[in-house]
């Protein structure tokens, strides 16, 4: 039988150190390794999200994208859901009052994440505190909430189009829309075809020679034209390049200016009549006079009136100088009738 032989107690303090100095060694690296840190170096804080899209506990919480934390609880609080994490007290001065929470993802069909932004401002949020919830710019469950609405409007738009609305659904589903459209191409391949062919002016100016050389003879004259112009000869000529004209019409200018402000100040027949509310009233009260001395012709008031709208009267007179003429015809023709001189001698 053999014999067994007992533990020593060397044997047993080499055991015991080795086992301790494995568990240092886990901590140490744990510690220098991880970024929570252990649990004395963690503390926990609280957020808020209307939907928390299939995030699970042990979730990752990333601060300015950093993996710092995870979600240690996730539960119903009223009609939101309150997730519950854990952070390295390091970030304390990270995630302040003016950070905010949102739902990430570590990919386009990963794990859900919590994203809090980083802020260098507001005050430190103690354990146990709110963390302000929002929707942080460029999410992957945006891009994914787009493509899904972009998919959406394109299958309503194709089946708009297989039913016929619009211009590209009549296009497809309508005949008549279709023989409009190949009588539109048939006509412009007419409209082409006479252009090359040389019809109208434009297929002239394509074809023809003798049209470009006159179109080119015009240019040539309106291109000698403006040289002229621009050496200052002829009156735009010497408008655009004589001095002596320029001053003339900046004096002429000034005069101008110079008689509208004596207008306006009253100087002169034209002034006063702009600015003179007694000349005004009289030539008001000359005008009403004429108006009155009309409005009596035209009744026949006084002699004038009369001779305007008494026809006896204008035929009086028309009658009368009729007699005159012919008694001053009389006595051109026979002056001795009229003209009976008789001398006596006594």
Known sequence: MPRTRSLAFSELKIGI???????????????????????????????????VSGLKVGAPVRVAGVEV????????????????????????????????????????LGQSTVDITAARRGRPIPEWGYVRSGRLPGQISDVATNATKSL???????????????????LITDDTVYREVQQLLLAATDVASGLNRGRGTAGRLMTDPAVYDSLQHSLDRLNAILAQIDAGQGSLGR???????ARSLTSASGNLDELTRKLNRGEGTVGKLMT???????????????????????????TAGRLLQDQQLYENMNKAASELLALVQDIRKNPRKYLNMKVSVF
């Not at 009609?79 to 950070?99: A, C, D, G, I």
């Not at 509310?277 to 006084?302: I, K, P, S, Y």
């Open 239 to 245: 408008l655009l390049r004589d001095d002596a004209l």
């Open 276 to 302: 003179d509310a007694e000349l005004f009233d009289r030539l008001n009260a000359v005008a009403e006079r004429l108006d009155h001395l009309t409005a009596q012709l035209n009744q026949g008031q006084g």
């Open 69 to 108: 934390g995870t979600v240690t609880g996730i539960e119903f609080v009223g009609p939101q859901v309150e997730v519950t994490f854990s952070l390295s007290r390091r970030m304390k001065e990270r995630v302040t009052s003016e950070s905010m929470a949102a739902l990430g993802s570590l990919s386009l």
């Open 17 to 51: 150190l080795v086992v301790a100095a494995t568990i240092i060694a886990a901590v140490v690296i744990f510690m220098l390794s991880g970024q929570q840190g252990c649990a004395w170096q963690r503390y926990s804080l609280k957020t808020r999200f209307a939907d």
């Open 152 to 170: 959406e409007e394109t299958t309503r738009v194709l089946q708009d189009i297989r039913e016929g609305k619009g211009t590209i659904g009549r």
